[in-house]
């Protein structure tokens, strides 16, 4: 697999996570912000925006559908203790 075809799916499992944020969506300055969220998706920073969805995540009452989504984009990019985390939040 190619370093664009792993970005590509790691970009999907970050965005299938995003649509599965429950509604309305608790946000603030310290727990992490989907505008910035976006604005590390734009420029292919990957590991950072799976940071502020995460923390977006924790703030909030996410489905375990989250999680999953959460944990597929963490192994794609062997974030192994982000992985971790997630694994935690499913259990």
């Known amino acids: 697999m190619s370093l664009q ?3 590509n799916i ?5 965005k299938r996570a995003r ?6 969506l608790r946000e603030d300055s310290e727990g992490g912000s989907l505008t910035a969220f976006e604005e590390f998706l734009l420029h ?3 590991g950072l925006a799976f940071d502020e969805l ?4 924790m703030g ?3 489905p375990p559908a989250f999680w ?4 597929a984009a963490a192994e794609s990019m062997q974030l192994f203790d982000q992985a971790e985390r997630c694994r935690a939040e499913l259990l």
């Open 60 to 62: 909030n009452h996410c």
């Open 44 to 46: 292919n920073e990957l």
């Open 10 to 14: 790691t970009r999907c499992h970050l």
């Open 5 to 7: 075809e792993s970005w």
């Open 54 to 57: 995460e923390m977006i995540g």
């Open 68 to 71: 999953r989504a959460m944990l």
């Open 19 to 24: 649509h599965l944020l429950p509604q309305p």
